[in-house]
Nanobody, 125 residues
Framework: QVQLVESGGGLVQPGGSLRLSCAAS????????IGWFRQAPGKEREGVSC????????YYADSVKGRFTISRDNAKNTVYLQMNSLKPEDTAVYYC??????????????????WGQGTQVTVSS
């Protein structure tokens, strides 16, 4: 069964850090690009970051550039999103998604084949 499972969300104070994980089962992430998206209440789901298969090229939304880092560990079949200097506006449900192949830039969300169920990130004092 193909599955993506996010974990690592939680409540953190402004300026704090969290590391999200996206673990795949039922398929190998080696040949898949992974995107991280987020959706805040009343807002559309937006792309945050993505990482290509093979060359591991990384891309970030302007709103998180310099604060978030995406990485992959193919041996663990997992992709990570390290989030530092968190702000209240980062509060959202975070999702990971997968699509096969090499990417240049982050594809639109309708291009992804598989999605996780999401993990809540709340940044508040």
């Amino acid at each position: 069964q193909v599955q993506l499972v996010e974990s690592g969300g939680g409540l953190v104070q402004p300026g704090g850090s969290l590391r999200l994980s996206c673990a795949a089962s039922g398929f190998s992430l080696d040949y898949y690009a992974i995107g991280w998206f987020r959706q805040a209440p009343g807002k559309e789901r937006e792309g945050v970051s993505c990482i290509s298969s093979r060359d591991g090229g990384t891309y970030y939304a302007d709103s998180v550039k310099g604060r978030f880092t995406i990485s992959r560990d193919n041996a663990k079949n997992t992709v990570y999103l390290q989030m530092n200097s968190l702000k209240p506006e980062d509060t959202a449900v975070y999702y990971c998604a997968a699509l096969p192949g090499i990417i240049v830039g982050c594809p639109a969300r309708d291009k992804y084949n598989y999605w996780g169920q999401g993990t809540q990130v709340t940044v508040s004092s």
